[in-house]
């Protein structure tokens, strides 16, 4: 992957998990699918890497947890997106 599609790829990405945190259906899709929901939104995802998505907390907050394990480049990684309605964390 080049510099430049990587680079989309980020972007891509980023657009997936804002929709995932603003529409709840899409975000029920995307816990229950994640590498089916990428691909589907224009996100070059190998088919050897595994990625799982997840939700800890409820509607006042909390976090989303994306997983990706050996995306063909024998790494791990995840992105751990802290939600809060109302006043910011202490």
Known sequence: M???STANN???????I???ITDHSFLQSFVRDPKSVLKNNGVSV?????ISAHVQGN???GTLNVDVENANVDW???VHLALHKGAKPV
């Not at 190998?46 to 595994?50: P, Q």
């Open 2 to 4: 080049t510099t430049s």
């Open 10 to 16: 980020y972007s891509e990405i980023g657009t997936v």
């Open 59 to 61: 509607t006042a907050g």
């Open 76 to 78: 791990v990684g995840g």
């Open 46 to 50: 190998d088919d050897t890497a595994k």
């Open 18 to 20: 804002a929709k995932a």
